[in-house]
């Protein structure tokens, strides 16, 4: 086993692609809310006002 050659390395071969793409694509979709029991809706987000918890007592995460 001492006089045996180690196989050489060959690199795997890579290609590099470019791609450009022509304006904006996406631009022109027209998103409208469906508003169907069958496929959902679209609700905006709301902020959570509610939240009234004071973190100064610092005994907030002790059981």
Request: one cysteine or more; hydrophobic letters at 25%.
């Amino acid at each position: 086993m001492k006089n045996q050659k180690q196989k050489e390395y060959e690199t795997p071969q890579t290609t590099f692609v470019e791609v450009e793409l022509e304006g904006n694509f996406c631009a022109s979709a027209d998103v409208q809310n469906p508003n169907d029991e069958k496929t959902g809706q679209i609700e905006s987000h709301k902020v959570n006002t509610d939240f009234d918890f004071d973190f100064a007592d610092q005994t907030w995460d002790q059981q």
